[in-house]
Structure formats: C-alpha cells, structure tokens
C-alpha cells in the first residue's frame, strides 16, 4: 500500500513562497519519478513538476524559474519550493508518484491549497 502525504500549503501573498512536502509510505527509490499536479476551480490538473529517480527534472512554462522540485531519499520525501508566488499559482497541490512492475502504477496524495492573495 502505497501512501503520500502532502504539506505545507496555505494562504501567502504574492510574491511569498511555501514550501510543500510529499511524504511516501517507504522508500521512494521504488519510484521512476515524482511530481507536483494543481488543479485550480473550473480547470483541468496540470503538471506543475516532476523529477526522476535520476534526478532529472521537468517544469511548466508558467512556474520555470520560480518553482523548484527536489527530493530526498534518506527522508522518502519529494518537496516542492515555491517563490515569487502570483494569484493564478492559487490551487490544490497533489503529490503524484510512477512506478513500473510489468505495468505502470499512478499514485496520488490527498491534496494541499495553495492559495496566494494578490
């Protein structure tokens, strides 16, 4: 059974940051990647970063510079840091995580808001 516990969203003003962090259940050595998904009110969810077990990494557009995703395998802890937040940065956070036997599993956390007043 696999779990991921996402933290640390909340209410920050724009241009604030947060610092989000996804706990797995066990080592998350057993993932071929990890990423951060939001999904906003009325929109679809979209990747906002992920990060492979290599430690390759792949960010939106819309958060490049801004955002930086990075994991700690010691902790089987991926975080998510998020600077220079703006208002549509506003949305719930999920923890998303990939593993491959035979096929591909898709994991995901509860969610954490984020929300950011402009």
């Known amino acids: 059974q696999v779990q991921l516990v996402e933290s640390g969203g909340g209410l920050v003003q724009a241009g604030g940051s947060l610092r989000l962090s996804c706990a797995a259940s066990?080592?998350?050595?057993?993932?071929?990647?990890m990423g951060w998904y939001r999904q906003a009110p009325g929109k679809q969810r979209e990747l906002v970063a992920a990060?492979?077990?290599?430690?390759?990494?792949n960010y939106a557009d819309s958060v490049k510079g801004r955002f930086t995703i990075s994991r700690d395998g010691a902790k089987n802890t991926v975080y998510l840091q998020m600077d220079n937040l703006k208002h549509e940065d506003t949305a719930v956070y999920y923890c998303?995580?990939?593993?491959?036997?035979?096929?591909?599993?898709?994991?995901w956390g509860q969610g954490t808001q984020v929300t950011v007043s402009s």
């Open positions: 998303n995580a990939h593993r491959t036997v035979v096929v591909v599993y898709t994991y």
């Open positions: 066990g080592s998350i050595e057993r993932f071929a990647d």
């Open positions: 990060v492979t077990r290599g430690g390759v990494t």
